[in-house]
Every structure is written in structure tokens, then in C-alpha cells.
């Protein structure tokens, strides 16, 4: 039976008990008392009726006897009155009594009063004559009556007794009903007390006593004794609670004893990782990996018996080649024929030798070349799995930190090949802006002689003279440009003056007037005062390439708008055309130099690609940025932001 349905039944009965008790204390012995009170009170009633009896009688007899002496009828009045009352009284005693005793010598009392009535008193009473005289009959009819009186008295007083008698036969009674009632409620308190005291001793060794083994078991454990369990004891219920505890204690030294291993693992991943991160001495750091797993499995370098076993590392290390080690030192070279069997496998795959050894690949592949990891224990002890997971994450990061490397390696040459070509493109640049300079003054300086003597040049002449002079301008404002891109990127310096965008902006629109009629664009300036600190020189090259592309790349009869605003932090120039628009896969290269249009290309617009480049190192120069804004087929935005400064102050002219 369950604790719980104990400890129910025990207060049930417990409850049923104290209920009891009550009836009995109160109730049972409230109705004895009741009884008893009403017994004696009906006795006691009795009794005053029965000496009623007497005294009635008494009277009866006195007014008889006054009448017997003087005749005089008014002396009958307590004759009359004493017979009723006596009779009454006697009835009284009758409902009184319970007794059959006090009942027999009641009717006794009864006879003889209704004796003396009828056979003394009455015969007086109903005679005419005077007072009676002294006579020998008269004093037989008075000895007569003495006598019926004097029985009269004892039987009056025998009743009494009896009366008396039956009082402490109630008293007697009364007395036993109370001790009935105190022995029993003695054994409902025995029986509350018994009850009780199984109630207690159920839940001390069904529930405290268990309980404080558990709450001890529960102590040990919060302080670190994960061995601690508790024994199953006492009722179903706590058994259960006990075994859900040394479950939960059990999966918890699990959990911590996998969270061990896993940091154990974590920590070697790391400080093998740590060793490959510096490998001046390759060599150095392998052996140091090598004897970080045979740590980590028990082995020790220089024991005899339990913990001795072997390390055999080989690892490819990028810019290196191949590095072997055997640990402990003097263990020997594996045979070829184990490592070609551990290679085999493929990456990441774990061997276990007929001697027991451990073996995992690392790598394998084209990022990173082939190497192993081979453990050997000498005692016959299995491979535990955590032992294998702790291998194989450490070939796993071994073999990570070796992809690294040989990506960092990449890189690094990558990037030198970089700075040799940045450099040779630099002096290639160099000289070809320097070798172009030189005849292309030239051509410029004889074509400008030819066309002053245009007089005598032909139509032909002349067209072929301006197509040279057109080109030859081209040519050496595309030289320019690269010299511009080619300058230093950091520590650029600009000359800086107070410079209205709003004038270089109407400068620009007039130098491109003649382009812009030539394809019947309709230009549209907004050009306010808005003062900037910069290079006149650059910013208006900047405003030309922007103006120079909106034109170039929006085709015939479309519209180009150059709209300058201001605030109180920034100008603002936006270019806005309806050309061809920029592909959004374009959009990021945009300003990068040589980078040209993917639809620009199809539809052959000339440009070397540098105008957005030298743009984007312009602005930079001065503080700004250039953002875009495109749609293919509908045209784009670019939106060049400069810092603000205020407008000059004009100097005074002094007077006279």
C-alpha cells in the first residue's frame, strides 16, 4: 500500500475517532447527565409529594378531631381540603416513582389513607350529632383512628425511605453511566492517541527519515561529489523520486564528463592550432603536437608499463614540405607499408592496426597535401569513443590550420605577385605617358603650323588636318588622365581656395555647348552660388567627366540636367542624363579604372574607362563622396556631395 493511501487512511480514522469522542463526551454524556437530572429531579418531587402526604393527612386528621371535640362543622375545612390534597399527592408520588419497591409500599400508604377516609374519618364527618361523648365506645372509635394513623406514619415514613432508596439507587446509576462514558472516552483517546502515533511513525519512516537521506544525497551532489546517490528507500512515491534523482545525477555526470572530454578536446584543437600558428622551427612545433596527443591519451615519455606507447606524426606544411616525427624520440620510422595503408583510407578516415595502433589521414586533396596521425598504446587497452572523438578532432583541426596555412601561403604569394605587377604597371605607365609625350608634342606643334597655313591646303587637307589635331587632344588628355590615376593614394594635397560650383558649372557648360548641339540634347543648368574649398583645376575636370559622359552615352534628342544646391553642411551637384543607364550588376566597378559598361561595350561607346575613376580620387581629394543612381534604357544620376564653406567676404577698396 502506497504512503499516501497510509497517511489517508490514517486520518481518516483519526477523524472518525476525534468525531466519536465528541459524541461520546458531549452528547452521551450530556444525555446521562440529562437523565440523571431528570430523574432525580422527578424523585425529589416525589419525595416532597409523599411528605405532602402527611402533612395533608395531618390536617384531614386535626379538623376531624376538632369536629369530633366541639361539633362545630367549620373545624372539617382542613379535613377537606388535607383528603384531596393527600389523594393528590399521592398521585404525584405514583408519577413520580419508578421503583417497583417504592410502587408496593405506595399502594400500602394508599390503602391505609383511603382505610382511614373511609373507615375513621368519613363516618364522623357524615354524622349530625354534637361532640362525641367520653364513652368507651367513643375512645374505641379514637383508638381506632391513633392507630390507622399511626400506620399511617410508618408506612409514610416507609415510603419516604424507599424513595430515598430509590434516589441513590438513580445516584448509583448515574455514577456507573459517567464512569461508562469516562472509560470510553479514555479509550477514544487511547485509540486517537494510537492512531496518531502510526500516522507519525508512518511519515518519520515513510517520509522524514527518506527524505533526509535524499536532502543528504542532494548536499553531496551540489558539492561536487557527482559519485553521490540515493539509496531507494521508504515509500513507492519517494522510491520513484529517488530513482528520477540518481537519473538525473547520472545523465548529469554524463553530460559533465562529455562537456570534459569536449573541452579537453577544445583545448587540444587549440593548442595544436596554437602550435601551427608559429612554425619557425617546423620541426620543433610538430614534435610538440605530437606529444600533446600522446598527453592527452595517457602516453608519457620515458614509462615503463601502463602509459607508454608512440606518436607517429607527418605533416605537409605549406612552404616547407613534409615534416616526420616520431614521439618519444627513438621510437623508429613507421614501415612503408603501414603508411601507405593509413593514406589509403582517404581524408579524415580512421584505421585501427592489428597492433592496436590508431591511425587517422589528414588531408589529401590539392589544398592541402597528405599526412597522418598514428597512436599507438603498448598495453592492450581499447580505444574509447571519446578517445576516438578526441583523435579525430584533432586531425580535423590539424588539418584545418594546415588549409590555412596553405591558403595564408597562397595569399602571401599571390599578393607579392600583385605588388609586382602594381609595380611594373606603374613603371609601364611611366614610360609610356613619358614616350607618348615627347612625339606627340610634336604632331601637335606641326599640325598647328599646317593649319595655319590652311590658305593653301585643300578641302581634304584641312578635314584630315582636324581629325589629327581632334585625335592628337584625345590622345593627350587620355595621357593625362593616367597620370592623374598613376599619382600616390594616400597623401594627396590639393590646392585649396574659396571656389563658386555654380561658376565652374557655367564654365563646363560652355566649353560642351558645341558637343551637346551636335546630338540635340537639351542641356539644363541650375547652377546657384555655392561655395566650396578646393582645386579649380580639378573639381572642374571632375564636373567636365561627369558632363562629358551624360552627353556621350545619351543618344540623340534626349535631355541632360546639371542642378547644384546647398545646405548648411554640404553641396550637392547632381548630373542627371537619359541615356543608356548602367546595369546594376555594373554599378559596383563603376568607378574602378578600365571598367567599362557591359552595355556600353555592345553599343560601342569609345571611352578608355578612366573618367568615373578619376572623378570618385577627385572628390575623395577634396572631402566628398559620388554616389549613382541608374536604370538600363532610362538614364542615371550621379550625385557628387562636397563640405560647404562660406562665401567670401569682398575686400574694401579704399577712398582717394
Known sequence: MSVQRRLNLGFAALFLLFVTFLVVQLVVGGRVRSDHDDAAARIVAARFANDRVLQQMTNAETGVRGFQLTGDRSFLEPYETGRSAAIAALDEVAEGTRDLEVRQILGQESAVVHAWLEEYAAPIVTSTGGPVADSAAAEDVVGQGKRMFDELRLVNEAVGQAIDAEMRGEDNDRASALRAVEIGTALLLLAILAVAYAVARTGRRQLLVPLGLLGGTIRRLAQGDRTARAQAAGAEELRSVVDALNDLASQTEDLLAAEKARAARAGLRQAVAAELQDLRAPDAAVHRIAELIGAAVG???????????????????????????????????????????????????????????????????????????????????????????????????????????????????????????????????????????????????????????????????????????????????????????????????????????????????????????????????????????????????????????????????????????????????????????????????????????????DQAVQGPGLGLAIVRDIVSDHGGTITVQSVVGRGSTFTLTLPVVPAPVPESVPVG
Open 299 to 601: 602516453i608519457r615519455a620515458g614509462s615503463f608499463g601502463a602509459g607508454t606507447g608512440t606518436v607517429h606524426c607527418e605533416l605537409a606544411i605549406p612552404g616547407t614540405g613534409s615534416v616526420e616525427v616520431d614521439w618519444p624520440a627513438g621510437t623508429g620510422e613507421l614501415p612503408e607499408d603501414l603508411i601507405h595503408t593509413l593514406l589509403a583510407g582517404g581524408p579524415g578516415k580512421m584505421v585501427i592496426f592489428d597492433d592496436g595502433a590508431l591511425g587517422v589521414t589528414i588531408g589529401g586533396d590539392a589544398d592541402c597535401e597528405p599526412g597522418f596521425l598514428r597512436v599507438r598504446r603498448t598495453e592492450a587497452q581499447a580505444w574509447t569513443d571519446a578517445e576516438r572523438r578526441l583523435l579525430a578532432g584533432v586531425a580535423g583541426a590539424i588539418e584545418r590550420a594546415l588549409r590555412q596555412l596553405t591558403l595564408q601561403y597562397r595569399q602571401a604569394r599571390l599578393i607579392t605577385e600583385l605588388r609586382m605587377l602594381d609595380h611594373r604597371k606603374d613603371v609601364f605607365i611611366q614610360t609610356v605617358t613619358h614616350e607618348l609625350r615627347t612625339p606627340l608634342t610634336s604632331i601637335l606643334g606641326y599640325t598647328e603650323m599646317l593649319t595655319e597655313e590652311s590658305g593653301e591646303l585643300s578641302p581634304l587637307q584641312k578635314r584630315s588636318l582636324s581629325a589629327i589635331m581632334r585625335n592628337a587632344h584625345r590622345l593627350h588628355e587620355t595621357i593625362a588622365d593616367l597620370v592623374l590615376l598613376d599619382r600616390p593614394e594616400a597623401g594627396s594635397e590639393v590646392s585649396s581656395e574659396p571656389l563658386d560650383l555654380g561658376e565652374l558649372a557655367t564654365t563646363v557648360r560652355t566649353e560642351l555647348e558645341n558637343a551637346a548641339r551636335a546630338k540635340e540634347l537639351s542641356v539644363t543648368f541650375d547652377a546657384d552660388e555655392c561655395w566650396v574649398l578646393g582645386d579649380r583645376i580639378q573639381l572642374q575636370r571632375a564636373l567636365r567627366k561627369l558632363m562629358e559622359n551624360a552627353i556621350k552615352f545619351t543618344p540623340s534628342g534626349g535631355s541632360v540636367r546639371c542642378s547644384l544646391s546647398a545646405d548648411e553642411r554640404s553641396v550637392s551637384v547632381a548630373v542627371t542624363d537619359t541615356g543608356i543607364g548602367i546595369p546594376a550588376e555594373d554599378v559596383p566597378g563603376l568607378f574602378t579604372p578600365f571598367h567599362r559598361a557591359g552595355n556600353a561595350v
